[in-house]
């Protein structure tokens, strides 16, 4: 069971990175931080045609962004979950984290 539970981390963090290089999740997270400074700039309102595109591109690459970074962040956490539960043998705490991983699998 804890070599499943290990090979099914390992399997999560190998798709996670397989996602981060087919959505170019790099470029979209730098692309997000140049959008954010632009819409920050107070002039940026006095094109409101301009700022609504913004807006609707900092929009798409925040789900993008933020879906990767929560799934790699629920991955990570799984995985110290289970080695501080395995010193502890907590099998009710490793049964949560089971089901966790079904979550991020899905």
């Not at 397989?18 to 002039?43: A, C, H, M, Q, W």
């Not at 993008?64 to 110290?80: H, I, K, M, P």
């Amino acid at each position: 069971e804890i070599n499943a539970r290990n090979a099914l981390i390992a399997d999560l963090k190998a798709r996670t990175d397989v996602l981060r290089g087919i959505f170019d999740y790099t470029s979209k997270r730098e692309r997000l931080d140049e959008v954010n400074l632009e819409l920050e700039d107070p002039n940026v309102w006095n094109d409101p045609a301009k700022a609504q595109e913004l807006g609707r591109e900092r929009s798409s690459l925040e789900s993008v962004v933020n879906t990767l970074d929560a799934l790699e962040s629920g991955v990570a956490d799984q995985r110290e979950l289970t080695d501080l539960l395995l010193e502890e043998n907590d099998i009710d705490g490793l049964a949560e984290v089971d089901a966790e991983l079904e979550h991020l699998e899905s």
